[in-house]
């Protein structure tokens, strides 16, 4: 079955530091793939996406993820983390298709500590 | 800029009401989704149509409508609302061939 994986339902990092969030899919073929990010009480904002090509896509806000087909993962990541990150993460996985159906991982709260 | 809005941010209703949740966008998208948000669950998609008249069932429809009578404008329906269906509603559109969803703010529902 299709699925997303986020192993990590909160994690806790000081402003400044580095931040990884990882997602694992579980997926027939090659996805399309997302980050979004929830600020609280808003609906969802894409980071960034994978479609093909670079497997190092850069995104908004000084966000990249890497695509590992051998590890069936597509991590997050950001070299210094700023207070007005802190928010919900979601990772999506899509079909090479005309639906647009997508399928959302659980979610990773970040908090950031000053 | 793209918008997708939906009608309400926050909605109150009684157990066994019927519920309309409306959802707008202006970007000409074919497809559109309803979807509900719950704490450790993530997202899960209750009802998608891909033009005018046309939907299918998503992974929960159970208790769910939808109803789309013109391209911009998608409705998602309870037909008898109950308490566990108390949730964050999100609604989104996109273009064929996957590119992005974009998200309207989400509508916060409390049945009581």
């Known amino acids: 079955a299709q699925s997303v994986t986020q192993p990590d339902i909160h994690i806790t990092v000081s402003e400044g530091a580095s931040l990884e969030l990882r997602c694992n899919y579980s997926?027939?073929?090659?996805?399309?793939l997302f980050w979004y990010v929830q600020s609280p009480g808003q609906g969802l904002q894409l980071l960034l996406k994978y479609f093909s090509g670079d497997t190092l896509v850069q995104g908004i806000k000084g966000f990249e993820a890497e695509f590992k087909r051998s590890q069936s993962s597509f991590n997050l990541r950001k070299p210094s983390v700023h207070w007005s990150d802190a928010a919900e993460y979601f990772c999506?996985?899509?079909?090479?298709?005309?639906?647009?159906?997508?399928?959302f991982g659980q979610g990773t709260t970040l908090q950031v500590k000053p | 800029d793209v918008k997708v809005t939906q009608s309400s941010r926050y909605l109150v209703k009684r157990t066994g009401e019927k519920v309309f949740l409306e959802c707008v966008q202006d970007m000409d998208h074919e497809n559109m989704f309803w979807y509900r948000q719950d704490p450790g669950l993530g997202l899960r998609l209750i009802y998608f149509?891909?033009?005018?008249?046309?939907?299918e069932k998503g992974d929960i429809p159970e208790g769910y409508s939808v109803s789309r009578e013109k391209k911009e404008r998608f409705s998602l329906i309870l037909e008898s609302a109950s308490t566990n269906q108390t949730s964050m509603y999100l609604c989104?559109?996109?273009?064929?061939?996957?590119?992005?969803?974009?998200f309207g703010q989400g509508t916060r529902l409390t049945v009581v």
């Open positions: 999506a996985v899509g079909p090479h298709s005309n639906t647009g159906k997508l399928i």
């Open positions: 149509s891909y033009d005018v008249k046309m939907k």
């Open positions: 997926y027939g073929a090659t996805p399309y």
């Open positions: 989104a559109s996109s273009f064929p061939r996957n590119t992005e969803a974009f």
